[in-house]
């Protein structure tokens, strides 16, 4: 048996704290953590990444800290966690464009996938999918469907 030590860290985005309070919770939880647990309802869309642009904010962090102690970025990405995607509520079918069936690790990828285009919105897109990637270089997801068909059963649950 292995010893295990859980941590439940606040919501992202509260409404009576800014970014930077999102930022630190997060940083603790990376340091603390050997495998990070990030939970979302529906589907990986750019709303769900918009949520994760705490990994911008953090790089950020990390790269005037580095510039500062003369430590390389890329070697920082070996001190981060595992990372676990868990959708839950998930609706759709786990399928490529062809139709054929993907894992959920695979749609995961997909989801970070860089779009295409030389906009400026893409490029800020692209940006937390890249850090994503770049950091959490083992990662992975799970969907969860919702429990019942009819969602008005969800109240009658026992």
């Known amino acids: 048996t292995y010893p295990v030590f859980i941590v439940d860290t606040e919501g992202l985005g509260a409404m009576e704290e800014d ?3 999102d930022t630190k919770i997060f940083l603790l939880a990376i340091l603390l953590s050997s495998l990070l ?3 979302s309802q529906g589907t990986i869309d750019e709303n769900a990444l918009i949520n994760l642009s705490l990994v911008v904010d953090l790089s950020k962090s990390f790269w005037i800290k580095a510039q500062w102690w003369e430590v390389d970025p890329d070697e920082l990405s070996q001190y ?4 676990l995607w868990i959708l839950w509520d998930f609706a759709l079918k786990l ?4 139709g054929n069936e993907i894992s959920s690790k695979q749609y995961l990828e997909n989801g970070l996938n860089e779009q295409k285009g030389n906009s400026e919105i893409n490029e800020k897109k692209n940006i937390v999918r890249r850090l994503i990637k770049h950091f959490f270089k083992d990662r992975d997801c799970y969907a969860l469907v919702w429990p019942v068909e009819d969602e008005k059963d969800i ?3 026992d």
């Open 95 to 98: 399928e490529d464009e062809k």
């Open 19 to 21: 970014s930077n309070h």
């Open 37 to 39: 647990l990030y939970n």
């Open 155 to 157: 109240q009658y649950l």
């Open 80 to 83: 981060f966690p595992g990372f």
